[in-house]
């Protein structure tokens, strides 16, 4: 399975951005997909994810502003980031979770870059 990162760019603060994921095959086997991002100097964290029952869950600096989806027949994960922040700042990576036989496999996308200008 690859995934295919598009949509970032530089946006002014408080505008808006559309991340999308797109998977080379179906998505119905990820139990979880998400968004990641990682500034400089910093660790990779987790933005937003969404399971494969569409429960979703956001970090705290997201919440009110970034929304994800997810598009079964599209095989497709959008991140919609509004109000946008310079310390929103970052390289955003798609993340795409199976398991099988209790192991845990994450698949990632190759990384779009998102600058939010001040």
């Known amino acids: 399975v690859q995934l295919q990162a598009s949509g970032g760019g530089l946006v002014q603060a408080g505008g808006s951005l559309r991340l999308s994921c797109a998977a080379s095959?179906?998505?119905?086997?990820?139990?979880?997909m998400g968004w990641y991002r990682q500034a400089p100097g910093k660790q990779r964290e987790l933005v937003a994810s969404i399971s494969s029952g569409a429960g979703t869950n956001y970090a705290d600096s997201v919440k009110g502003r970034f929304t994800i989806s997810r598009d079964n027949a599209k095989n497709t994960v959008d991140l919609q980031m509004d109000s946008l922040k310079p310390e929103d700042t970052a390289i955003y990576y798609c993340?795409?979770?199976?398991?099988?036989?209790?192991?845990?496999?994450?698949?990632w996308g190759q990384g779009t870059l998102v600058t939010v200008s001040s």
């Open positions: 993340n795409a979770v199976t398991t099988w036989l209790g192991a845990r496999y994450d698949y």
């Open positions: 095959g179906s998505i119905f086997s990820f139990v979880h």
